[in-house]
Structure formats: structure tokens, C-alpha cells
């Protein structure tokens, strides 16, 4: 009995620990505790060899599950600080994500998530990365995302909550966030449809083409993978689409490579537990370092059959190509061989410049 007391008390001492440790270094928040002004939080933890490629770089994957948790977390409190019904966010879309540094196995993530802006129906998340190498101190900024999540009902997944408005310490502050959300708004009504074709296998193809490298991976949703509602993750979807976009490019350099960035990825509709899905990528462009990778995903709810196969998200990945001493590597040139890839090529190109520019004028001083 003692003995099971004594157990008992351990278990509840690292519940209050992990308690503490999500509501973050230097809250006021008492576990238990609700706080509608709690717009912050945090999620910090070692990096091991499971998260990492052959070379040791941590997968981009890993980061943006990290990235997603942190998001969720906050919004998800945020949207239940009031009295009223209780919901969970679900995401909606990420922003571009610069990978500005890579993060290696030992080294210590520090995730933070920041509330910026809350229309009627959503949440504006900014979220920070930082790795931490535990043996000197030296710490790095590694990625900046911004996130956007809607809430769910915990008793209608279908219905879509109010947001509990965030208090700005400026008035430009919620005229910047609200053109942001008309911004994003806008590109999800524009992207939605624009990835409806499928890739479709090739026989025998030659190397450099988008044929060559393209893969699939089919994955079967579990409980593990889901929300409350019995939907997949964000984080989840993201971890599977940076694979197979790493998969293709792998394929196409036959060297090591890291993510560079993640173009927009919009979630187009909800994916239930027990769905099959397919997440596809395909090489769209290539300058003379980075190789851009457009992914799809669709899902086949094999379990209802009411419902057809749909596309779930859509997405572009950037990755480099890697020496063994961590410099970035010329990569082979794609070879575009149809008249739809062409057409994308040149999009992708399109894409790339623009980034470009706009790159070189964050560079240029100020006068």
C-alpha cells in the first residue's frame, strides 16, 4: 500500500512538472489556472538520432511537427480562455518557413509561439525556433513560421467557433495582422483547386527528369496520428510531406540535403482517422543550389463509402544539396520533358526569382 501511495505522488508531481513546463519559463499562470491573456508559449526538447538524416542534420520534418505543437498549444488555450463552448484548433495554413540554420542530433530545440493577430474565426500564431548546443551555450535562431488556426467544436467538428479577440499594445499592430489575414485568405482561395492533377508513375525513366525522382508515400491514419476530433495532426501531415519531398530530392542530387524553406502549405480540407493517404512530390524547378519540390496530398477514405478520394493540402519544398563538410553543392539541372512541366518549371522559376528579390532587398542597407 505504501508502495502504491509513494507512486501515486511521483505520478502526480510529474504531471504538475510537464504542466509547468508548457505554460513556459517566466509565467504567472498557476497549473489549473485559466488565463485569457496567456498568448505565449513554449516547447523545448533534445534532439536524437531518430530525428536526424544519415548526416546528423535533424529532418525539417521534426521541426515543423515541433512548430505545429507549439501553435496548437497556444491557439487551442487561447480560443478556451472564455467561458463558452469548448473547442480545439485545428491548423489551417503555414506560411512560408525559412530553415535559416541547421539543427544537428544532441543539440536542444526551443520552440516559442506567440499569439499576433485574431480575426472572428481564426488565429495568427508566430513561431520561433532555437537550437541550443548544451556544451557551450551557444544558441541560434534556426526557423520563423507563422501559422493560422480555426477553432473546432469539441461536440461539431463542422462548426467553427468565435476567437476570443487579443489585446494590441498598438493600433498598427491589428492593421498589419488584418492585412496579413486578407492576404492569406486571398492565396487559400487561389491555391485551393490550382494542384488537382495526380502524379502519375512512368516506366523506365531517365535520369534528371521529373519522372526520375518523383515518389509516393501511402500512409494508413491511426488513432497516434490524430486531434481529439479523430483528425490527423498538421504537424503529422507536414513530418510525411518534408519526407517524401526529401525523398525526391535525393533522388535527383544523390547526395545529402536539407530543407531550405516551405513555400505556403494550405490544408484544404480536414483528414479523418482511418483514411489512407497519399502524399505525392514531384521536382518543379532547380536554379544552381536548391531544387523546389511540389507536394500533394490526397485523401481516400476507404472506411465511407459515401465520400471520394479529395486533396488534403498541397505545398512547394526548397532543399539544397550538401558537401560532407556542410557546404551547399551545385545540383543536377531538371529536365522538363512534357508540356505540363514546362509549365510548371517556369512557375517554379517565377517563384524563385521573386524570393529572390526579395531576399536581396532585405539585404540592401538602408539609407
Same mark, same amino acid.
Given at each position: 500500500m505504501k508502495l502504491l501511495v509513494y507512486a501515486l505522488r511521483?505520478?502526480?508531481?510529474?504531471r504538475q512538472a510537464a504542466t509547468w513546463e508548457h505554460l513556459g519559463p517566466g509565467s504567472s499562470q498557476r497549473p489549473g489556472e485559466r488565463c485569457c491573456a496567456s498568448t505565449k508559449a513554449f516547447v523545448t526538447r533534445i534532439m536524437r538520432p531518430d530525428d536526424a538524416n544519415v548526416a546528423g542534420n535533424v529532418h525539417g520534418g521534426t521541426i515543423l511537427k515541433m512548430i505545429e505543437e507549439a501553435g496548437a498549444i497556444i491557439s487551442t488555450r487561447h480560443c478556451n480562455s472564455q467561458n463558452g463552448e469548448r473547442c480545439v484548433a485545428a491548423l489551417a495554413r503555414v506560411e512560408r518557413t525559412d530553415f535559416l540554420s541547421p539543427m544537428c542530433i544532441g543539440e536542444v530545440a526551443h520552440v516559442s509561439a506567440e499569439i499576433t493577430y485574431t480575426s472572428k474565426h481564426s488565429v495568427e500564431v508566430q513561431v520561433n525556433v532555437m537550437s541550443e548546443n548544451i556544451l557551450t551555450g551557444t544558441k541560434k535562431l534556426t526557423n520563423k513560421a507563422t501559422l493560422w488556426y480555426v477553432p473546432l467544436s469539441l461536440k461539431n467538428v463542422d462548426? +467553427?467557433?468565435?476567437?476570443?479577440?487579443? +489585446?494590441?499594445?498598438?493600433?498598427?499592430?491589428?492593421?498589419?495582422?488584418?492585412?496579413?489575414?486578407?492576404?492569406?485568405?486571398?492565396?487559400?482561395?487561389?491555391?485551393?483547386?490550382?494542384?488537382?492533377?495526380?502524379?502519375?508513375? &512512368?516506366?523506365?525513366?531517365?535520369?534528371?527528369? +521529373?519522372?526520375?525522382s518523383q515518389s509516393s508515400l501511402i500512409h494508413l491514419v491511426g488513432p497516434s496520428d490524430c486531434t481529439l476530433h479523430g483528425f490527423v495532426h498538421g504537424g503529422v501531415t507536414m513530418k510525411l510531406m518534408d519526407?517524401?519531398? !526529401?525523398?525526391?530530392?535525393?533522388?535527383?542530387?544523390?547526395?545529402? @540535403?536539407?530543407? &531550405? =524553406?516551405?513555400?505556403?502549405?494550405?490544408?484544404?480540407?480536414?483528414?479523418?482517422?482511418?483514411? +489512407? @493517404?497519399? @502524399? =505525392? !512530390?514531384?521536382?518543379?524547378?532547380?536554379?544552381?543550389?536548391?531544387?523546389?519540390?511540389?507536394?500533394?496530398?490526397? &485523401?481516400?477514405?476507404?472506411?465511407?463509402?459515401?465520400?471520394?478520394?479529395?486533396?488534403?493540402? =498541397?505545398?512547394?519544398?526548397?532543399?539544397?544539396?550538401?558537401?560532407?563538410? !556542410?557546404?551547399?553543392?551545385?545540383?543536377?539541372?531538371?529536365?522538363?520533358?512534357?508540356?505540363?512541366?514546362?509549365?510548371?518549371?517556369?512557375? /517554379?522559376? /517565377?517563384?524563385?526569382?521573386?524570393?529572390?528579390?526579395?531576399?536581396? !532587398?532585405?539585404?540592401?542597407?538602408?539609407p
Amino acid at each position: 500500500m505504501k508502495l502504491l501511495v509513494y507512486a501515486l505522488r511521483l505520478r502526480a508531481l510529474a504531471r504538475q512538472a510537464a504542466t509547468w513546463e508548457h505554460l513556459g519559463p517566466g509565467s504567472s499562470q498557476r497549473p489549473g489556472e485559466r488565463c485569457c491573456a496567456s498568448t505565449k508559449a513554449f516547447v523545448t526538447r533534445i534532439m536524437r538520432p531518430d530525428d536526424a538524416n544519415v548526416a546528423g542534420n535533424v529532418h525539417g520534418g521534426t521541426i515543423l511537427k515541433m512548430i505545429e505543437e507549439a501553435g496548437a498549444i497556444i491557439s487551442t488555450r487561447h480560443c478556451n480562455s472564455q467561458n463558452g463552448e469548448r473547442c480545439v484548433a485545428a491548423l489551417a495554413r503555414v506560411e512560408r518557413t525559412d530553415f535559416l540554420s541547421p539543427m544537428c542530433i544532441g543539440e536542444v530545440a526551443h520552440v516559442s509561439a506567440e499569439i499576433t493577430y485574431t480575426s472572428k474565426h481564426s488565429v495568427e500564431v508566430q513561431v520561433n525556433v532555437m537550437s541550443e548546443n548544451i556544451l557551450t551555450g551557444t544558441k541560434k535562431l534556426t526557423n520563423k513560421a507563422t501559422l493560422w488556426y480555426v477553432p473546432l467544436s469539441l461536440k461539431n467538428v463542422d462548426k +467553427v467557433l468565435e476567437v476570443p479577440p487579443v +489585446v494590441y499594445s498598438r493600433q498598427e499592430q491589428e492593421e498589419e495582422g488584418r492585412k496579413r489575414y486578407e492576404a492569406q485568405k486571398l492565396e487559400r482561395m487561389e491555391t485551393k483547386w490550382r494542384n488537382g492533377d495526380i502524379v502519375q508513375p &512512368a516506366l523506365n525513366p531517365e535520369p534528371n527528369t +521529373v519522372s526520375y525522382s518523383q515518389s509516393s508515400l501511402i500512409h494508413l491514419v491511426g488513432p497516434s496520428d490524430c486531434t481529439l476530433h479523430g483528425f490527423v495532426h498538421g504537424g503529422v501531415t507536414m513530418k510525411l510531406m518534408d519526407e517524401v519531398a !526529401g525523398i525526391v530530392a535525393a533522388r535527383h542530387c544523390k547526395t545529402n @540535403i536539407v530543407t &531550405a =524553406s516551405v513555400d505556403a502549405i494550405n490544408f484544404h480540407d480536414k483528414i479523418r482517422k482511418g483514411c +489512407v @493517404i497519399t @502524399i =505525392s !512530390g514531384r521536382m518543379t524547378f532547380t536554379s544552381n543550389k536548391s531544387m523546389e519540390i511540389e507536394v500533394l496530398v490526397d &485523401a481516400d477514405p476507404v472506411v465511407d463509402n459515401s465520400q471520394k478520394r479529395y486533396r488534403a493540402a =498541397s505545398a512547394f519544398f526548397t532543399y539544397v544539396s550538401l558537401s560532407q563538410e !556542410g557546404k551547399s553543392l551545385p545540383v543536377p539541372q531538371l529536365v522538363p520533358e512534357t508540356e505540363d512541366e514546362k509549365k510548371r518549371f517556369e512557375e /517554379g522559376k /517565377g517563384r524563385y526569382l521573386q524570393m529572390k528579390a526579395k531576399r536581396q !532587398g532585405r539585404a540592401e542597407p538602408q539609407p
